[in-house]
């Protein structure tokens, strides 16, 4: 529900907290496999009401930019251990709350697309081994002038891409599962009631709110993922 909530009403930047702390109970790897393919239920729902409302271009560097960073994880998802990946994810996760709290003047002028390509390349690479590509995305878009649905439309069609880019090699990876499929059939129901609530709190629900409590979520099982990785 809250990656549903958070990919169809926030930007997409906090679903990744979903796979975080599934990482505290599974290994990494499961934890990313059983949410790959709820995500892209996730974003197939959101797709139609937002639909057309993107900025094509933006989207379009930024899904261009993202394929490259996609390989870079697989190389890396090939030779890191689950300690690794915890170490990693529990970074990415402490990470995204430092850029998200860290006190910083608006960005007064638009990125050039190379800086888009940039921000795409990163956000491929982290979205492959820890879901949490919106940041890196968000830098560039924040920059680009857009409204509220623009933005948020935007980083449907750019994560649907990235989702479908990462399907294949999540699969000769080895991260899907029998067990992962039969959790995700379960599970499958409250992604799309939070994909629901998401579209109507886009409109009514305190963007603040809602990260303040993904804040405190990120902090706490990110110490938690690093310490589990180091001890």
């Known amino acids: ?13 906090a679903a990744f907290a979903s796979a975080v702390l599934l990482a505290l109970i599974l290994p990494p790897a499961q934890a990313l496999g059983l949410m790959l393919p709820l995500l892209m239920l996730v974003d197939l729902m959101t797709l139609r009401p937002y639909w057309g409302r993107w900025s094509w271009l933006d989207a379009k560097v930024l899904i261009l930019g993202a394929l490259p960073g996609v390989v870079s994880g697989v190389a890396l998802f090939r030779v890191a251990n689950d300690d690794v990946l915890r170490l990693l994810i529990g970074a990415v ?11 910083r003047k608006a960005i007064a002028a638009q990125l050039p697309v190379g800086a888009g390509v940039i ?3 990163v956000a491929g690479f982290t979205s492959f081994v820890s879901h949490a590509g919106g940041p890196p995305a968000a830098v560039y878009l924040l920059s680009r002038g857009l409204n509220k649905t623009s933005y948020q439309a935007t980083t ?12 294949v090699p999540y699969a000769f990876l080895g991260v899907f599962t029998l067990e992962t499929v039969k959790a995700g059939i379960l599970l499958a129901p409250f992604a799309c009631l939070g994909a ?19 804040y405190v979520l990120l902090s706490v099982t990110g110490v938690k993922l690093i310490y589990d990785a180091l001890v």
């Not at 529900?1 to 930047?13: C, Q, R, W, Y």
């Not at 449907?156 to 399907?167: D, G, H, P």
Request: hydrophobic share 60%; aromatic share 18%.
């Open 1 to 13: 529900m809250f990656a549903g909530i958070s990919k169809a009403g926030f930007g997409s930047g």
């Open 93 to 103: 996760s402490l990470a995204f709350v430092a850029w998200q709290l860290w006190p």
């Open 119 to 121: 921000a795409g390349g």
């Open 196 to 214: 629901y609530i998401g579209v109507k709190a886009h409109h009514a629900v305190s963007e603040r709110v809602f990260f303040m409590v993904t």
């Open 156 to 167: 449907v069609l750019v994560f649907w891409a990235i989702n479908i880019a990462k399907f």
